[in-house]
């Protein structure tokens, strides 16, 4: 019996311990530095693979980086449309008349995050320096770094002035890139003023210099941290990364050497925004939060629970809850009222389509243009529209969303489906009677991604092509695997979603543009010398009524050639338990979370 | 595809029935075991409804809209709709096909594999001893869940996928197990007189001794069978299942967030008719290892 | 012992080298192009051309793979594509949760198993023994998803006795590791608490026991004094094999409950095509097998003195 005392003394003590502790388990615990302050949680429903802005593409990597890094300019929080106002510099650029020449005055004493990085070049060993012009220029020359896997040069090819001389040189260097290398387009005036030469107007460059991309980095930083610079962010921003747990979390605290920034006038508030009560922040200095937790919820389950529990103060409703949370209008329903939440719909400039390859023999070009069109016709989407995203999409033809120049709501293309008897005449024209040719279906192969609704929709997709005979192949791929095939020209058709990446239609209306095809970001491989004319013009006028009618011109070129089809925009819903202030939301830029106040402090 | 899931499933049955009456010692200790013909009989009963869907008699129409989203159950629609106001009853109802189909195929095709090479290992020694056990230490050694991504990228996504990816990862078990068996079996006495008679190695090994170990590759196959069934939902979860019908993993899978909302009828729905298939195999398969092997770890 | 155990590591090798040809043939030959990843939506083919050739990924597909034969032998994998970061150390970072987690559920469901398959024994054949029996087929028989996504909303939700998601480093992260600990211990429970039970029942049938019981040993000191202690053996054998699971840690779980562990490390990287990850990780996984393997030998024979090292 020698062993039995101390296994029951074990198995007591274990089942203390077990007990003891699902009890304590309710408790909740915090960084200690964070008790006590005002602390923003958010969700963030991706994990973040880098904190180097020329890096990120993905929104999220937007939103981790937004408390840290800092563009030129940004838009104004409260204004709709969206307006941009100077943010690094002192009042917007000015242009010359020509519309090549752009001149710049940064603020003074902007500081960068004190780091360590900074004391070998300081002659006083100081950790922290003042943004200059030399920053903005070096900050722009990484973009061209082909070894620094930069997602963004697009912006900027082939528009100014010596730059794309500059990126061939540079990275054909056998000594590597130097950055001392002179751009003919960059010119520095003095420490805080400096002009950009472009090489023919650029209507959108101004968006531009508000993107992630161009948000301006410490040249010290980056030699200091080597390739763990994307771990390492050091902006001018008003909050600092204090750990960044991979995977799972992201912690900011407060700059406390954050220049003057104030809220918005109280004059730009208007009644529509009375429920957002932003007018007690107005002209008040930002920001007012001491930090920010982004948590990663790959999973829609746990992120709503935690949001529900309070314990994350705003999440994005995801399209499964739409129901349960909202009434027929898009207003919460009474029980999420009285609790306090609080509600924001935010129309997205989205341009959700099924896209076909145009290289392709069958349903590409102008001999496939009659099946493209049948496909449109059969494909009926006001059934997407309510099952997958609770008729809150806006739905429309061509490629430019609403909200933007060449939207018009009246627009209907004559080729929205359903309209099933118009369908299979055209299949029957194209040599396809009631889908069939020598007695063999048509088969069409359909590229889309795992994940979401995907393959629910997938399977509505199908049962509604087969209405005009047409079978349906579709093929599930990860984001990667759908990328390869398209730039291999080994899809046939694909579903894809773009979010305009500045409120210009131009972004858009350039994923058809001839030369952007062959692995471009021209998906389909559209290539139409009217239309690239057109875009050739569009592309350097500024936005006018006579550009806007180019715009609609090339719209109905796409709805009538039918290389996209059945065009969507979601609207986002963000709701917030009462005690998240001042909070306007926007997925066109993201550095507004600086203006984000909470009511509440961390036990 | 129909016709050969029908074959299979008719086939199996047969095989099985045989190997338990070779046994007749099993055969009369399987007999009185009360709760194995219950869940014999379950199975019985959830194959023939997998035959029947094959057949195109029942559960026909899985992707038609029949009524409102969301539907709670009623009369009508035993199990509610889902989020495209299809009968999720009708699709459980189908899904038991599917789940018939993965398991069946990839069980038999692993065990087939399993036999073949474990008996050829066992029997020969040697060389091809060594060679076929480092080609399942390799396998093993793989992790399970990467293993079974790479191959279903390679044969491609969908029920195509599971089994390939499914047989190339479960062979292993019965390929172990068969050989053991094998190494005893060869030095029997009715072994050693067959090799004085002159009989040819192959013929020994396929005539006299595989089908004495019959019983090791009917347990595998009902422990491969659930273990298919069971795998689906995580490779569903990870958008690797079946693809364009209806599948428990896939109902399971899109049912994850509802439940919050209250919607609990799809996910239940799936849950319970993939528990008790799983739980009858469970538990007549335990019945068999009893009967044929009452010493036999369970694994 | 010594030249028993070398021999032993020597005969792992030729399964260490399966396993580099195999997942070299299945990512290399097989996998994703990583270079589109890193050149994001608005690479052209030229530069993913020049991308791939500053990678390697153009060269003969047998002098890549000598290439990672060397990366094995010198245990050196390099950085990740993705991140940048050196692979071994990423592993480290990412093996602590998983390890945090898997450790602990592993032995409680150990000890639980032991405990429930010894009254089973005990009461062999019995309604206990029926009743505990038909209770871990049962929890054998529910999806894994399904435990995580009710476990989740019930426990965490519901009743809030649970913290729902989250992930704290250092010591405090224990309150976020109970919910999803006691999912494995209820997943592994059914499994382990049978198999425990038959080593149980076929030791009790052996001749040592009987002779015990025939010395006049009582029915509970004879199973828990001596048939315990002699299937303690096959109960750690057992946990020696699962030790290579411990690291590779559990897909769903992470992602449910916010756990940066291995299984969505080897998720990210295969949808990146993260090459270095993916082989630095299958390798060690396989090194583990083998180590494992080995220990479970030569713990038989410290135990057992009948199985002879030869």
């Not at chain 2, 709670?72 to 189908?94: K, N, S």
Request: net charge positive; proline share 5%.
């Amino acid at each position: 019996m020698g062993t039995s005392p101390l296994n029951s003394r074990l198995a007591r003590a274990v089942i203390v311990a077990f007990v003891a502790t699902i009890l304590c388990s309710g408790c909740k615990s915090q960084s200690p530095e964070l008790v006590g302050k005002k602390i923003l949680r958010m969700p963030l429903s991706a994990k973040v693979g880098t904190l180097d802005p020329i890096q990120g593409s993905s929104s999220y990597a937007n939103w981790a980086m937004a408390p840290v890094y800092e563009p030129l300019l940004q838009y104004n929080y409260i204004k709709r449309p969206l307006e941009l106002e100077p943010n690094l510099l002192t009042k917007m650029p000015d242009v010359s008349p020509n519309g090549l020449v752009y001149t710049f005055e940064l603020k003074p004493n902007i500081l960068f995050h004190r780091d360590p990085c900074f004391q070998k070049e300081n002659k006083d060993h100081s950790n922290t320096r003042e943004l200059t012009t030399d920053d903005v220029f070096y900050s722009l020359k990484r973009m061209a770094n082909r070894t620094l896997r930069p997602q963004g040069w697009w912006v900027f090819n082939g528009r100014i002035k010596g730059f794309d001389a500059f990126k061939e040189a540079q990275n054909a260097n056998a000594d590597g890139f130097n950055y001392a290398a002179k751009v003919s387009g960059f010119e520095k005036i003095s420490k805080y003023q400096f002009r950009i030469h472009l090489t023919k107007p650029y209507p959108q460059f101004l968006f531009v210099l508000a993107m992630n991309y161009t948000s301006v980095v410490a040249k010290e930083a980056v030699e200091y941290y080597g390739d763990q610079f994307p771990k390492h962010p050091i902006g001018t921003g008003p909050f600092t990364l204090k750990t960044w747990k991979r995977g799972s979390k992201l912690e900011f605290v407060r700059n406390p050497d954050y220049r003057q920034e104030f809220f918005p006038k109280k004059s730009l508030i208007t009644e529509n925004d009375q429920h957002l009560k932003l007018s007690e922040y107005a002209d008040k200095q930002i920001p007012f939060l001491d930090g920010i937790i982004m948590e990663v919820y790959e999973q829609v389950q746990p992120a709503w629970l935690k949001w529900r529990v309070q314990d994350l103060d705003f999440v994005r409703v995801p399209a499964e809850f739409h129901d349960a949370i909202f009434n027929k209008s898009n207003r919460l329903r009474q029980k999420f009222k009285s609790e306090g939440v609080e509600q924001f719909n935010l129309p997205l400039l989205d341009f959700i389509y099924r896209g076909f390859n145009m290289k392709h023999p069958i349903t590409g070009g102008e001999q496939g243009k009659k099946i493209r069109q049948a496909i449109s016709l059969a494909m009926d989407t006001e059934e997407f529209n309510d099952r997958f995203y609770n008729n809150t999409c806006i739905l429309y033809d061509g490629p430019i969303p609403p909200g933007l120049d060449g939207f018009e709501p009246g627009v209907i293309s004559p080729y929205r489906g359903p309209n099933l008897s118009k369908a299979r005449e055209l299949l029957k024209q194209a040599g396809y009677e009631h889908g069939q040719k020598g007695g063999k279906p048509l088969e069409v192969f359909f590229e889309t991604t795992i994940g979401g609704q995907n393959q629910m929709q997938a399977e509505v997709f199908t049962r509604q092509l087969k209405r005009i005979g047409i079978d349906l192949k579709p093929n599930f791929n990860s984001f990667p695997e759908l990328l390869d095939k398209l730039h291999k020209n080994k899809a046939q058709m694909f579903g894809l979603a773009w979010g305009s990446d500045y409120p210009d239609a131009e972004n858009n209306l350039a994923l058809f543009y001839g030369p952007n095809a062959a692995g471009g970001m021209n998906h389909f491989n559209y290539s139409n010398p009217e239309y690239d004319q057109l875009y050739e013009r569009i592309s350097t006028m500024q936005p006018s009524p006579a550009r806007t009618v180019l715009y609609k011109q090339m719209r109905d070129l796409i709805i009538e050639q039918r290389p996209a089809i059945a065009s969507m925009a979601r609207t986002r819903f963000y709701v917030w338990n009462g005690n998240l202030k001042a909070f306007k939301p926007s997925e066109t830029w993201y550095t507004w979370i600086k203006f984000l106040d909470v009511d509440r402090l961390k036990p | 595809m129909n016709l050969i899931s029908f074959a299979l499933i008719a086939g199996i049955f047969t095989l099985a029935l045989t190997t338990i009456t070779r046994s007749p010692r099993a055969w009369r200790k399987l007999k009185k075991d009360r709760s194995a013909l219950f869940s014999g009989a379950v199975i019985v009963v959830y194959a023939l409804a997998a035959i029947t869907v094959s057949g195109g008699i029942i559960a026909t129409e899985t992707d038609i809209q029949v009524g409102e989203k969301f539907l709670a159950p009623c009369a009508q629609h035993l199990l509610g709709t889902d989020r495209l106001g299809r009968d999720i009853f009708t699709r459980v109802v189908y899904a038991n096909k599917i789940a018939f189909m993965v398991g069946i195929v990839s069980a038999t095709a692993a065990v087939i594999i399993g036999t073949i090479l474990g008996g050829l290992a066992g029997y020969f020694g040697g060389w091809v001893d060594s060679v076929i056990v480092w080609f399942y230490s390799t396998i093993q050694s793989i992790p399970y869940l990467l293993l079974l991504i790479a191959l279903t990228w390679i044969a491609g996504k969908g029920i195509n996928g599971l089994y390939v990816a499914f047989c190339a990862t479960y062979w292993v078990g019965p390929c172990r197990l068969i050989r053991g068996e094998v190494l005893k079996l060869r030095n029997a006495e009715y072994i050693q007189s067959a090799h004085a008679m002159g009989m040819g190695n192959l013929r020994i090994l396929f005539r006299h001794i595989i089908p004495n170990t019959l019983h090791i590759s009917l347990v595998n196959f009902a422990l491969l069978f659930i273990g298919a069934i069971k795998s689906e939902v995580i490779l569903s979860y990870l958008g690797l299942g079946v693809q364009g019908e209806p599948s428990w993993g896939t109902m399971i899978d899109q049912a994850r967030a509802e439940l919050i909302n209250g919607f609990y009828w799809q996910i239940g729905g799936a849950t319970v008719a993939m528990f008790g298939l799983v739980l009858a195999f469970n538990i007549f398969t335990d019945a068999l290892q009893d009967a044929f092997d009452p010493k036999a770890q369970k694994p | 012992m010594i030249a028993y155990i070398i021999r032993k590591l020597l005969e792992g090798i030729p399964t260490v080298f399966g396993v580099t040809i195999v997942t070299f043939l299945l990512f290399n030959v097989f996998g994703g192009n990583p270079v589109l990843q890193f050149l994001g939506k608005s690479a052209t083919n030229a530069e993913i051309a020049a991308m791939e050739a500053q990678y390697g990924f153009d060269r003969p597909l047998a002098h890549q793979y000598v290439d990672y034969l060397g990366e094995v032998i010198t245990f050196d994998f390099g950085k990740s594509f993705v991140t940048k970061e050196k692979v071994l150390e990423m592993i480290k970072e990412r093996a602590i949760p998983s390890l945090a987690l898997t450790i602990p559920a592993l032995l409680a469901t150990s000890l639980l198993s032991v405990c429930i398959a010894l009254i089973a024994a005990f009461y062999r054949g019995q309604r206990t023994d029926k009743i505990l029996m038909f209770f871990a087929v049962l929890g054998m028989s529910v999806s894994f998803l399904v435990y995580i996504v009710v476990g989740q909303y019930i426990l965490a939700f519901r009743f809030p006795v649970f913290q729902i998601h989250g992930y704290l480093p250092g010591p405090q992260q224990w309150q976020y590791l109970i919910l999803p600990m006691l999912i494995m211990l209820i997943v592994g429970m059914g499994y382990d608490t049978r198999f425990y039970r038959s080593i149980m029942v076929e030791e009790t049938g052996k001749d040592y026991v009987r002779t015990a019981f025939a010395k006049g040993v009582s029915r509970p000191r004879a199973l828990f004094v001596h048939v315990a202690r002699n299937a303690m053996v096959q109960i750690v054998t057992r946990i020696m094999i699962s030790v290579p699971f411990l690291v590779t840690g559990s897909l769903l779980l992470e992602s449910f409950f916010g756990i940066p562990g291995m299984g969505s490390m080897l998720l990210d990287a295969l949808n990146a095509s993260d090459f270095p990850v993916i082989k630095a990780y299958t390798v060690m996984i396989s090194i583990l097998f083998v180590v494992s393997n080995l220990l479970t030998d030569v713990l038989y024979a410290i135990v057992d003195p009948r199985v002879r090292l030869g």
